[in-house]
């Protein structure tokens, strides 16, 4: 599968309807992200039940200022509308295929657990107003 352009359009609706979303964040004058560009389209022909998307940061500030992204590329990967992983840096093939592995692999029930067990604890700490 290429890899999708994603926008403020149709960026929520991309990581809401599909299990799994690995998004570049890039600029077309970036050199790194240049030469990750292939790196993630070799990726995204292996990997059939991954989305991969790439957000133009120079057409999408608002969606990169939205994650904070303050140095391209960024990698971003979503499973289940979870950031699993952000770094930023280009990646050699082997480590963006660990990054996939480790993803699939996780435990996602386990990951929704503790993200709600962490909101709830934020919650009634802002109730009893500590």
Do not use: Y
């Not at 082997?94 to 993200?115: C, F, N, P, W, Y």
Request: hydrophobic residues 45%; glycine residues 6%.
């Amino acid at each position: 599968m290429a890899t999708i352009a994603l926008t403020k359009d149709n960026f929520e609706q991309v990581v809401n309807g599909n299990d799994m979303v690995l998004v570049d964040f890039w600029a077309p004058w970036c050199g790194p992200c240049k030469g990750f560009a292939p790196v993630f389209e070799a990726s995204s022909e292996k990997h059939a039940d991954i989305v991969f998307g790439k957000v133009n940061t120079d057409d999408e500030q608002d969606l990169a200022a939205s994650f904070n992204i303050r140095s391209i590329p960024t990698l971003m990967f979503f499973r289940e509308k979870v950031i699993l992983f952000s770094q930023a840096g280009a990646l050699p093939g082997s480590a963006l295929e660990q990054i996939i592995t480790q993803g699939r692999e996780l435990d996602m029930a386990m990951v929704h657990k503790e993200i709600a067990e962490r909101e709830a604890g934020a919650q009634q700490a802002s109730v009893e107003g500590k």
